[in-house]
Nanobody, 124 residues
Framework: QVRVVESGGGLVQAGGSLRLSCTTS????????MGWFRQAPGKEREPITC????????YYSASVKGRFTISRDNAKKSLILQMDSLKPEDTAVYYC?????????????????WGQGTQVTVSS
């Protein structure tokens, strides 16, 4: 059975930091393109950062570039999102996504495995 599990959300003041973690089971971790998506109330789910299977290549959306850092440790089957200089507009449910994919950086299209989501709230 495939599972994708996030942890680390919470409430933080603007300017603060949070660290999200994601792990998987039932998948070969170093076969996976992985990413973090978020969905704010009334908005569509959007990709904010992705990392390819080896960790060498990353993508950041303009809204988080320079503030968020994605990393992975394949030996520990761990994906990390370090979020610094948080803003109230970063408030959303954050989802970890994984897909068996070695050609692209981001999970996209069909056959994406999703975590259950973790709430991040940034107060002003």
């Amino acid at each position: 059975q495939v599972r994708v599990v996030e942890s680390g959300g919470g409430l933080v003041q603007a300017g603060g930091s949070l660290r999200l973690s994601c792990t998987t089971s039932g998948l070969t971790f170093d076969d996976l393109a992985m990413g973090w998506f978020r969905q704010a109330p009334g908005k569509e789910r959007e990709p904010i950062t992705c990392i390819n299977w080896s960790g060498r290549d990353q993508y950041y959306s303009a809204s988080v570039k320079g503030r968020f850092t994605i990393s992975r440790d394949n030996a520990k089957k761990s994906l990390i999102l370090q979020m610094d200089s948080l803003k109230p507009e970063d408030t959303a449910v954050y989802y970890c996504a994984a897909k068996r994919e070695r050609q692209r950086i981001c999970p996209q299209g069909l056959d994406i495995y999703w975590g259950q989501g973790t709430q991040v709230t940034v107060s002003s």
